[in-house]
């Protein structure tokens, strides 16, 4: 288990970029995968990348391909989303998440997919 928090979200305008970061308090070594997620006013929180700790293979949607970069710094103990080409649609609270189970849930909607959770950041993009 490892306690995370969420930083680096605030209000930019469409076509800026962000760079989120998501620190664990403690090593690690022992999960498996992370991956970020999003939660807009009254919808529903969904997946949008991810990566496997032990080969680094990423994964994420079709809709944020391109624009969505996802990376982890072991040494840090530091999970990123750098988000490039902002849309307003991509307004929302960003979490991420982490397990160290054998098994990654990948993008699954279920949020108890994933066993430790941040408390999130706000990312606001204006026309």
């Known amino acids: 288990w490892v306690q995370l928090v969420e930083s680096g979200g605030g209000s930019v305008q469409t076509g800026g970029s962000l760079r989120l970061s998501c620190a664990a308090s403690g090593s690690i070594s022992a999960v498996y995968c992370m991956a970020w997620y999003r939660q807009a006013a009254g919808k529903e929180r969904t997946g949008v990348a991810g990566i496997y700790n032990h080969n680094s293979y990423t994964f994420g949607t079709d809709g944020v391909k391109g624009r969505f970069t996802v990376s982890l710094d072991k040494a840090k103990n530091t999970l990123y989303l750098q988000i490039n080409d902002l849309k307003p649609e991509d307004t929302a609270v960003y979490y991420c998440?982490?397990?160290?189970?054998?098994?990654?849930?990948?993008?699954?909607?279920?949020?108890?997919?994933?066993?430790?959770w941040g408390q999130g950041t706000q990312v606001t993009v204006s026309l």
């Open positions: 998440a982490a397990t160290s189970g054998g098994y990654c849930p990948g993008l699954d909607p279920n949020p108890r997919a994933y066993e430790d």
